[in-house]
């Protein structure tokens, strides 16, 4: 094949790496799974492609999901960065938002932050909220108390963040343009590259951020793309945000902080995706992967986006993200008595290595998978059709002498504890989650994805009364899936206070236009394309006058300035209605707090093809002994293979299907059909 016709999904979890390719010629979708190498993430994404006899050289994109950058922060490693920051605001990483992560516990500590304050250093300058520079930085002083830190510390990177620059710039561009000429080899970044809005906390938070895992992501992409290389592959790379497009790595340096996310997000753009096909609407996303859930929502066809994104507690990313919660409850959860003898699940992990100790790579302590191997709920011998070999014995032995004898009970009873505390954690999170949007569950179907979604879904839609789920043709890889669904998108952001009115309106239209031109130039990819190529989006975030925090809403600047203005407010007005059960009379102020631009690139989309329908009933390929919780006591349940599957299709529960990336249970109660498109549709009896 002289032509490229293959596109390549990536996608990096706590315990495997997810692949998937799609051969644009004949349709055909192939997809696999490699161990996640912690100490180096290429070398899993490598050894998958050439376990599995991908052909680089005929592949036109890969798009990738990285835990490049969660993980930096979360363990903090990341590079030793120096903060410079107004002189006065020194404090504001431990200021944060004058709010506590535990109102009530008075031993409670705050994460520290990820810059200490002895690498945060004050610079005498000054721009007021005009954006006029009152005073200009002393380069050489800046130099005599920066440059010993530096040593000292061997400091690789320097965040700048200083007030009001979001109005006038001047102060920190300077200050970078002589930092990068002395140090060179130190990656040095400004809060105006990154964040140009004022909330000093969240801007210089943000910043920081992108500072202490910059230079991370950039050598991590940087080693990938030279690894890929070997492997005879020259087209380009595309990195999964956060905000549910993707960047090229020549455009990474502006979007660094939305990195973070990169793979849970995909799993939404590829639920999306299977739901235009299916012509469902509203649904919540359940993806249980290795280490953790990821819970999500489509209303109406669309997700929902956050204005920011907390990683801990006062580690905040104040960018466009869509709304995903993150619980620790995944296949390698491990499962413990706490202090009382309370039986306890997560948020520790075994990770990919060693694992659950079925895997038998010295792991001695119970998970969620060992307790689902030892109801017979997994199948006991192997995983992924026979790479990954099951020790159930291990299992048994690590639920008996960690949980079971230590509270006298059996090992069934004691797994199917730790089944029913996962289940009852993730429903929790479902209902908070649900409830804060003012969703009802019951009115949604529920969407399992990730390797262990399909196995725990008909007990967590039990316990919140959802009455159908939806389980996708590939559910343990959908975030692969999602990834070649990606548009390419970036996303940029300019404070603008101002009244909504039409005195402001003209200085409104223009302030978007310098934010859209300015936004082309920043980005290599979207400068190269013509103008008809990028669709622009605009939005606009509002408050009523005398408020602290907004409502973001769509502009739309083509209609006429009186029908402007009155569509921009009435849509505020639902919207605030919506979100806060109230909303002002209509004439009431309403005033402008920030400009958004979105710069979206359309991808050639991938187009889901319909399965065979049946000719034959289906039979099981086996039985086997499964724990049945109500009967509390093993009983013979039919095993079915995926692959069996076709349109038409009719099981009723109890049952498992199993397939190569995950596995599905049928409750008693349940009847499973198939659709036209291979989804498995699980309703109550």
């Not at 230079?215 to 956060?242: G, Q, T, W």
């Not at 399965?611 to 509390?632: A, G, H, M, P, T």
Request: charged letters at 25%; glycine letters at 6%; hydrophobic letters at 40%.
């Amino acid at each position: 094949m002289n032509q490229k016709r293959m596109i390549l999904g990536i996608d990096v979890g706590g315990t495997f790496t997810d692949f998937v390719s799609l051969d644009l010629d004949s349709r055909e979708l192939n997809i696999f799974k490699s161990s996640t190498t912690p100490d180096d993430f290429t070398k899993g994404i490598i050894r998958g492609i050439i376990d599995n006899n991908i052909n680089l050289k005929v592949v036109s994109r890969i798009t990738h999901g990285t835990t490049v950058v969660t993980n930096a922060i979360l363990e903090r490693k990341g590079l030793p960065t120096v903060l410079l920051t107004t002189k006065g605001f020194r404090d504001v990483l431990e200021i944060r938002r004058t709010t506590r992560g535990e109102l009530y516990n008075i031993q409670w500590d705050p994460p520290e932050p990820i810059i200490p304050r002895t690498l945060r250093l004050e610079v005498d300058e000054q721009t007021d909220t005009d954006g006029k520079i009152i005073k200009q930085v002393d380069f050489e002083k800046v130099y005599k108390y920066l440059d010993p830190v530096i040593k000292e510390n061997n400091i690789k990177s320097i965040a700048i963040s200083f007030i009001n620059s979001f109005a006038n710039d001047f102060n920190e561009r300077k200050l970078r343009e002589y930092l990068q000429k002395i140090y060179p080899n130190i990656f040095v970044i400004t809060s105006s590259e990154i964040l140009p809005v004022w909330r000093e906390f969240e801007r210089t938070c943000t910043t920081c951020i992108a500072a202490y895992v910059g230079s991370v992501i950039i050598n991590y992409i940087k080693k990938l793309r030279s690894e890929l290389k070997k492997n005879n592959y020259n087209s380009n790379i595309f990195i999964m945000l956060s905000n549910g497009g993707s960047s090229t790595p020549e455009d990474i340096k502006t979007v660094i902080p939305q990195t973070v996310l990169s793979g849970p997000v995909a799993g939404v753009i590829g639920a999306k995706e299977i739901l235009k096909v299916i012509g469902e609407k509203n649904i919540i996303n359940m993806d249980i992967g290795g280490t953790s859930t990821d819970i999500s929502i489509i209303n109406n066809g669309e997700y929902l986006l956050a204005g920011e994104f907390e990683i801990e507690f006062g580690t905040v990313i104040y960018q466009p993200v869509i709304d995903v919660n993150t619980i620790g409850a995944g296949g390698g959860s491990i499962s413990w008595l706490d202090n009382m003898n309370v039986l306890r699940v997560g948020p520790k992990s075994a990770g990919s290595f060693p694992g659950p100790a079925c895997y038998d790579k010295g792991n001695m302590f119970p998970t969620i998978t060992d307790a689902n191997v030892v109801l017979g709920r997994l199948n006991q011998e192997y995983l992924l059709n026979g790479k990954l070999k099951i020790n159930k014995e291990l299992s048994f032995k690590v639920i008996k002498e960690n949980i079971a004898d230590k509270l006298g009970i059996s090992v069934y009873e004691a797994a199917q504890g730790i089944i029913d505390i996962a289940n009852n954690n993730v429903a929790n999170a479902i209902s908070q989650r649900t409830i804060q949007k003012g969703i009802n569950p019951k009115d949604f179907i529920l969407f399992p994805f990730g390797g262990a979604g399909p196995l725990h879904s008909s007990e967590v839609a039990e316990i919140l009364e959802i009455p159908k789920i939806i389980v996708p043709l590939y559910p343990g890889v959908n975030s692969a899936i999602g990834l070649i669904y990606a548009d390419i998108r970036y996303d940029y952001m300019k404070t603008f206070v101002k009244k909504l009115n039409k005195d402001n309106l003209r200085k409104l239209i223009e302030s978007f236009h310098k934010l859209e031109n300015y936004s082309i130039s920043k980005t290599t990819f979207m400068e190269n394309l013509l103008n008809e190529e990028i669709e622009i989006v605009r939005t606009i975030d509002l408050r009523y006058e005398g408020q602290t925090h907004e409502l973001n809403i769509n502009f739309n600047p083509n209609l006429k300035n009186e029908e402007l203005i009155n569509d921009v407010k009435v849509e505020f007005h639902k919207a605030h209605l919506k979100e806060f059960g109230h909303a002002k009379e209509i004439e009431y102020p309403v005033e402008i707090v920030n400009l958004r631009v979105a710069l979206i690139k359309k991808i050639q989309k991938p187009i889901w093809q319909k399965i065979n329908k049946k000719v034959k009933e289906i039979k099981e390929i086996r039985v086997r002994k499964v724990y049945i919780k109500d009967r509390n006591d093993f009983v013979d349940c039919p095993i079915f293979s995926r692959s069996d599957l076709m349109m038409g299709h009719v099981i009723d529960g109890p049952a498992i299907i199993e397939q190569y990336d995950s596995t599905t249970v049928i409750l008693r109660n349940q009847i499973c059909s198939v659709d036209d498109y291979g989804n498995l549709i699980i309703k109550w009896c």
